[in-house]
């Protein structure tokens, strides 16, 4: 895959089949928009390319009241890479392209720059200052200047509608299993491992500390979850939360590696979350929170053992 940075040094050698979003966590939705985006290109013999923006247009737009992401930048060029995409332009979202119109959009990027000759987007899609572009739009200027508009049905599963929105809601509410069917992988985190108090490994459970950056993070509670160190996925259970029994002072992510011990912290940890297991709660003593952690970790050995009998895959997707 071509990552591009912005449009103006782009030189396209032929048509283009593309679509236009910042496709935030990469769901089910983005995954079949971009699967029949890159069967068409390669019926037609043209470029797949996705035209997406960093920051977020809601982070440029409104930054106090912008949706944190699901998928961080690094995150989302990971797993498009490991699709059949042939062009990923990354789009600096501006004051000067926030300042375009739908009309102007098309004219000077889409057809401009990329040579669009098929346009994948959903029936809702809108773009442009104040929206207004839209499917209308596309269908209009499509006719003008010679390319089709192809309109991708929503996907829903399970009665739900597939979106970034609904997504972003599942995981707040820690509702981590259903964020996953519509995500069709792992939720996951990914940061630094930072130090601690020590308070885990002298009188608890040895943790690793996760520092995540400013994407979303799950609701404050305890989850079933598989943690990624230096390519190695162990089974592990993870606390989200404020560590009331300890009188923590603010929000952390510490994981415990389910039978394991490493000689040394990693630098990084990748944290994929499959299920959560309780709310977080305050303890009248250490004894009662070790306790209580026991019975996490026997819960997180029998979920893995379920998993394993149904032949579920226990690294995470993409």
């Not at 799950?218 to 259970?237: E, F, I, K």
């Not at 389910?258 to 990084?268: G, K, M, V």
Request: proline letters at 5%; a positive charge.
């Amino acid at each position: 895959m071509e990552i591009t940075y912005g449009y103006r040094s782009y030189r396209a050698d032929r048509g283009s089949s593309l679509t236009i979003g910042n496709f935030d966590g990469f769901h089910l939705g983005h995954q079949r928009i971009l699967d029949t985006l890159v069967d068409a290109s390669r019926a037609s013999g043209s470029r797949s390319v996705l035209l997406s923006f960093e920051p977020h247009p809601l982070q440029f737009l409104m930054p106090d009241n912008a949706p944190r992401a699901i998928t961080p930048l690094e995150e989302k060029v990971r797993l498009l890479g490991a699709s059949r995409l042939d062009v990923l332009a990354i789009l600096n979202f501006d004051q000067a392209l926030s300042q375009m119109t739908g009309e102007e959009f098309v004219r000077e990027i889409m057809v401009g720059v990329f040579r669009a000759r098929e346009v994948f987007v959903g029936s809702d899609f809108a773009f442009g200052i104040r929206r207004t572009g839209n499917v209308t739009l596309l269908q209009e200027l499509g006719r003008e200047l010679d390319f089709q508009v192809r309109i991708c049905p929503q996907v829903v599963v399970r009665g739900s509608r597939v979106s970034s929105t609904r997504i972003r809601e599942l995981i707040r509410a820690g509702r981590i299993s259903s964020a996953n069917r519509l995500l069709g992988r792992f939720f996951s985190l990914k940061g630094k491992v930072v130090p601690g108090r020590g308070l885990g490994r002298e009188s608890l459970f040895p943790t690793l500390n996760l520092r995540p950056g400013d994407e979303l993070i799950p609701r404050p509670g305890v989850y079933v979850t598989q943690a990624t160190v230096d390519r190695l996925t162990y089974p592990s259970v993870t606390n989200v939360g404020w560590r009331p029994t300890v009188d923590g002072k603010g929000l952390t992510v510490e994981t415990h590696l389910i039978d394991t011990s490493l000689e040394n912290p990693p630098a990084h940890l990748r944290l994929a979350f499959l299920h959560r297991l309780r709310d977080e709660e305050k303890f009248e003593s250490l004894h009662e929170l070790r306790d209580q952690i026991s019975r996490d970790c026997q819960r997180t050995r029998r979920f893995f053992r379920l998993f394993r009998r149904l032949g579920r895959p226990l690294a995470p997707a993409g």
